[in-house]
T-cell receptor, first 116, second 111 residues
Framework: AQTVTQSQPEMSVQEAETVTLSCTYDTSESDYYLFWYKQPPSRQMILVIRQEAYKQQNATENRFSVNFQKAAKSFSLKISDSQLGDAAMYFCAYRSYFGSQGNLIFGKGTKLSVKP | DGGITQSPKYLFRKEGQNVTLSCEQNLNHDAMYWYRQDPGQGLRLIYYSQIVNDFQKGDIAEGYSVSREKKESFPLTVTSAQKNPTAFYLC??????????FGQGTRLTVV
């Protein structure tokens, strides 16, 4: 069974600085997706970024980028120029590539605080 | 207005009662999911359905039941057998093999 581990329950960053959230996962599959979701106090789950395992290039979405290390089974999220609105819970998630088993497997989350 | 509607937003249940959480979607997605979120636990899968009249247990299905009589609807019943039902419940949908979209959630509290 696949597992996702986020080893940092809480992180803090100064506004305008850069922060990296860690995620490791375990799987025997070779094709899969990885995601970072943001959950602000409203508790709405918002997709931040996703990575297909077959792609070597790291995904980037504006200030958000990932460092995907397939051999190490590591998938960290870097937030550049942190803003107050980035404060939230961040969840790393795994999904099998094969569509018949499409549910997400989540880590326990990292609570990010942004200091003004 | 397309999307996923979960209702109610807040729900209170007396011990020993069954309660049903609603999830409706007009995205025409085949797959629907129910997740439970507890503090420090992340999201855990309760049930999912890939097609009408079919559903599968997730990791924590005990004490819950679902139905999928219509493509648009996937209600979750929290039965009296669920020992600790107080949690935040999220419904999600996806096209088969596609990205998941989440509803706004229902906060269930046992009083």
């Amino acid at each position: 069974a696949q597992t996702v581990t986020q080893s940092q329950p809480e992180m803090s960053v100064q506004e305008a600085e850069t922060v990296t959230l860690s995620c490791t996962y375990d799987t025997s599959e070779s094709d899969y997706y990885l995601f970072w979701y943001k959950q602000p106090p409203s508790r709405q789950m918002i997709l931040v970024i996703r990575q297909e395992a077959y792609k070597q290039q790291n995904a980037t979405e504006n200030r958000f980028s990932v460092n995907f290390q397939k051999a190490a089974k590591s998938f960290s999220l870097k937030i550049s120029d942190s803003q107050l609105g980035d404060a939230a819970m961040y969840f790393c998630a795994y999904r099998s590539y094969f569509g018949s088993q499409g549910n997400l497997i989540f880590g326990k989350g990292t609570k990010l605080s942004v200091k003004p | 207005d397309g999307g996923i509607t979960q209702s109610p937003k807040y729900l209170f249940r007396k011990e020993g009662q069954n309660v049903t959480l609603s999830c409706e979607q007009n995205l025409n997605h085949d797959a629907m999911y129910w997740y439970r979120q507890d503090p420090g636990q992340g999201l855990r899968l309760i049930y999912y359905s890939q097609i009408v009249n079919d559903f599968q247990k997730g990791d924590i299905a005990e004490g819950y039941s679902v139905s999928r009589e219509k493509k648009e609807s996937f209600p979750l019943t929290v039965t009296s057998a669920q020992k600790n039902p107080t949690a935040f419940y999220l419904c999600a949908t996806s096209p088969v093999g596609g990205l998941e979209f989440f509803g706004q959630g229902t906060r269930l509290t046992v009083v």
